[in-house]
């Protein structure tokens, strides 16, 4: 399965017509990024504008997404971060983030309720974490001594674009960087974590 999401990312990418210069999407973000600094003057504020701006972004792409890979319901959590690495962020930025999977959360013991049914619902508590060898919003780029100690999550548009595009499917989650090369750590990485699984409104009875 695996092998088969990793050959419908690299087929999406190279059917997909509007490809962008990587030097100037990476400039383009990084000026977006300036602006945010210089209108907020506060990193975390810029960091909920960034994750709210990938949020809306997300909830657009999800569409496309679905349309032009054809992947239908996931099974479990896990075969989600197997997509959104694999197929997900290859299709549009061309990269394969690594996905690393938590052990899932204890069965309830006997006689305890669980705290939600349902395939996905059941999974609440199951997270991945993506990390990446490489990200093209981050080329160019060293931060500056105020922003590393006001805890600026440079590329935190791509959490956002997660969480978004996760919740149009009804999966609601978290998406937070834990780890950025530019802050000085080893890795980047973010961590995606499984609140709950959305019921579809149910749409209200005519009168």
Same mark, same amino acid.
């Given at each position: 399965?695996?092998?088969?999401?990793?050959?419908?990312?690299?087929?999406?990418?190279?059917?997909?017509?509007?490809?962008?210069?990587?030097?100037?999407? +990476?400039?383009?973000?990084? &000026?977006?990024?300036?602006?945010?600094?210089?209108?907020?003057?506060?990193?975390?504020?810029?960091?909920?504008?960034?994750?709210?701006?990938?949020?809306?972004?997300?909830?657009?792409?999800?569409?496309?997404?679905? &349309?032009?890979?054809?992947? $239908?319901?996931? +099974?479990?959590?896990?075969?989600?971060?197997?997509?959104? /690495?694999?197929?997900?962020?290859?299709?549009?930025?061309?990269?394969?983030?690594?996905?690393?999977? +938590?052990?899932? @959360? @204890?069965?309830?013991?006997?006689?305890?309720?669980?705290?939600?049914?349902?395939?996905?619902? /059941?999974?609440? $508590?199951?997270?991945?974490?993506?990390?990446?060898?490489?990200? @093209?919003? /981050?080329?160019?780029?060293?931060?500056?001594?105020? /922003?590393?100690?006001?805890?600026?999550?440079?590329?935190?548009?791509?959490?956002?674009?997660?969480?978004? +595009?996760?919740?149009?499917?009804?999966?609601?989650?978290?998406?937070?960087?834990?780890?950025?090369?530019?802050?000085?750590?080893?890795?980047?990485?973010?961590?995606?974590?499984?609140?709950?699984?959305?019921?579809?409104?149910? @749409?209200?009875?005519?009168?």
């Amino acid at each position: 399965m695996s092998k088969q999401y990793k050959g419908i990312g690299e087929d999406l990418w190279k059917s997909r017509p509007e490809k962008v210069n990587a030097e100037l999407f +990476a400039l383009t973000y990084g &000026a977006l990024v300036v602006q945010l600094i210089q209108d907020y003057e506060d990193y975390t504020e810029v960091n909920k504008q960034l994750d709210k701006m990938g949020y809306n972004i997300g909830t657009r792409l999800i569409e496309d997404f679905l &349309a032009k890979s054809g992947i $239908g319901r996931c +099974a479990d959590f896990r075969e989600v971060g197997e997509v959104v /690495a694999k197929v997900g962020f290859k299709s549009f930025l061309n990269i394969t983030p690594t996905v690393n999977h +938590a052990v899932p @959360p @204890p069965p309830p013991s006997p006689g305890q309720r669980p705290a939600s049914t349902g395939p996905m619902q /059941a999974s609440a $508590g199951s997270s991945f974490s993506l990390i990446f060898d490489e990200n @093209p919003l /981050a080329e160019f780029v060293e931060l500056p001594e105020e /922003a590393l100690e006001g805890g600026l999550w440079f590329s935190n548009v791509l959490c956002g674009v997660i969480r978004g +595009a996760l919740e149009m499917v009804q999966m609601q989650v978290t998406a937070e960087f834990v780890s950025d090369v530019l802050r000085g750590d080893e890795t980047t990485e973010i961590r995606v974590k499984m609140i709950k699984y959305l019921d579809e409104e149910v @749409p209200p009875a005519d009168d």
